[in-house]
């Protein structure tokens, strides 16, 4: 199974200041694969990056993520309040899918 | 509008079968593959397996033994089940849709099961 390693496990911002999240696979992962998503309490996961880069619909442009091969990130260019939640990035390129522990952004 | 919502049974007794059912509305089970998905305190989200938009089935090998997926396409219907439930099986279970690549880009709200006697 392809191991992903989120880091860090959590992260307290302030309003405004740019976050980074990394996730680092155990083997590499084509690009199209790679996909995060943000949870808040109670609620389901949801959709924010696919693909590595791609907003899904809806998601504002502060949100971005980059990478290739073994080594992908998620940024949060601005945190805002309503931001505040567990980001987990996700790879479908092989049985099993996996998840990253998840980082859990909370505001200062 | 794209709806997914998961029908459980709460509480299962330990060794007992889970089932679960995940109605969806706005889209075809024949044109998607459907996934479950559970998030659990002691192992957080974790891949159990989907069915293909043409029927067929994969599963993570760590449920392969107990876990069964099926649909009725009928009824807009994707069934989980899974036997010899053990307390560590607590947690929520949800199904998703995968628009390609494993992307799973709408949820249902999820099902709480506990798993106590």
């Known amino acids: 199974a392809i191991v992903l390693n989120q880091s860090p496990s959590s992260i307290i911002a302030s309003q405004g200041e740019k976050v980074t999240i990394t996730c680092r696979a155990s083997?590499?992962?084509?690009?199209?694969?790679l996909h995060w998503y943000q949870q808040k309490p109670g609620a389901f996961p949801k959709l924010v990056i696919y693909?590595?880069?791609y907003r899904a619909s809806g998601v504002p442009s502060r949100f971005s993520g980059s990478g290739s091969g073994t080594s992908y990130s998620f940024t949060i260019s601005r945190v805002e309040a309503e931001d505040v939640a567990t980001y987990y990035c996700?790879?479908?390129?092989?049985?099993?899918?996996?998840f990253g522990a998840g980082t859990k952004l909370e505001l200062k | 509008q794209v709806q997914l919502k998961e029908t459980g049974p709460g509480l299962v007794q330990p060794t007992q079968t889970l089932s679960i059912t995940c109605t969806v509305s706005?889209?075809?089970?024949?044109?998607?593959?459907m996934q479950w998905v559970r998030q659990t305190p002691g192992k957080g989200l974790e891949w159990m397996g989907f069915?293909?938009?043409?029927?067929?089935?994969e599963y993570n090998s760590e449920f392969k033994s107990r876990l069964s997926i099926s649909r009725d396409t009928s009824k807009n219907q994707v069934f989980l089940k899974m036997n010899s439930l053990k307390t560590e099986d607590t947690g929520v279970y949800y199904c998703?849709?995968?628009?390609?690549?494993?992307?799973?880009?709408?949820w249902g709200q999820g099902a709480s099961v506990t798993v106590s006697s």
């Open positions: 083997s590499s992962i084509s690009s199209n694969y």
């Open positions: 996700q790879q479908g390129s092989s049985n099993p899918y996996t």
């Open positions: 693909s590595t880069s």
């Open positions: 998703a849709r995968e628009r390609s690549y494993g992307v799973m880009d709408a």
């Open positions: 069915i293909r938009s043409g029927g067929s089935t």
């Open positions: 706005g889209f075809s089970l024949t044109s998607y593959y």
